[in-house]
């Protein structure tokens, strides 16, 4: 299995508030990608990196920001969570975007605001 | 945008065959990937088509018909442990991930 975790794993909090989640992977990958997984609406790109410091915007980015500073860790920030916010977020990582290279999944975090 | 639709459910008796399908239309085409999720669990990866006809995975095989859009997963030998969610999900011409909503499959004893 890859080595990706993802801290917290659960995390309740209020509207309003700045939460921070984040991805750290061993496997020396270049790619890194938020998602967001909501019932009705399958897996939903966040954002996305496609190095240190390389970022960029996926389908879902409003509300979102993210930072990058060394290969293993991916952090996703929501600056004022909302009750829309509330989902189960999951980390992705992958040596290439091209080809047979799949995306391994972390095990996600499920995030309630309240 | 995206366009990715799956079954939402579908049930099958152990042993048997179940094929899920999975129509796309999307801004460019870079393969398409099967996925299985157990609930509450992360996707793991099940197969992988970029050329046109049948890829074979032990009990699990994927087809792809690029002029159709067109994908299908087939989950033979049904097992109590195949009752999960399945994702089809294509790579766009941006080389980004487009997911299905998934679909669900019950295996009855």
């Known amino acids: 299995d890859a080595g990706i975790t993802q801290s917290p794993r659960h995390k309740v909090t209020e509207t309003g508030t700045p939460v921070t989640l984040r991805c750290h992977q061993t496997e020396n990958h270049r790619y890194m990608y938020w998602y967001r997984q909501d019932p009705g609406h399958g897996l939903r790109l966040i954002h996305y990196s496609y190095g240190v410091k390389d970022t960029d915007k996926g389908e879902v980015s409003d509300g979102y920001s993210v930072s990058r500073s060394k290969t293993e860790d991916f952090l996703l920030t929501l600056e004022s969570a909302t009750s829309s916010q509330t989902s189960v977020y999951f980390c992705a990582i992958s040596d290439r975007d091209e080809g047979s290279y799949e995306q391994y999944f972390g095990p996600g975090t499920r995030l309630t605001v309240t | 945008g995206q366009n990715i639709d799956q079954p939402t459910e579908m049930t099958a008796t152990e042993g048997a065959i179940v094929q899920i399908n999975c129509t796309y239309q999307t801004s460019g085409f870079n393969g398409l990937f099967w996925y299985q999720q157990h609930a509450g669990e992360a996707p793991t990866f099940l197969s992988y088509?970029?050329?046109?006809g049948l890829e074979e995975k032990g009990r699990f095989s994927s087809f792809l018909s690029r002029s159709k859009g067109y994908s299908y997963l087939l989950l033979k030998e049904l097992q109590m442990k195949d009752s999960a969610s399945y994702l089809c999900?294509?790579?766009?011409?941006?080389?980004?991930?487009?997911f299905g909503a998934g679909t669900t499959v019950t295996v009855r004893a």
């Open positions: 999900a294509v790579r766009d011409g941006d080389y980004k991930l487009s």
């Open positions: 088509n970029v050329l046109d």
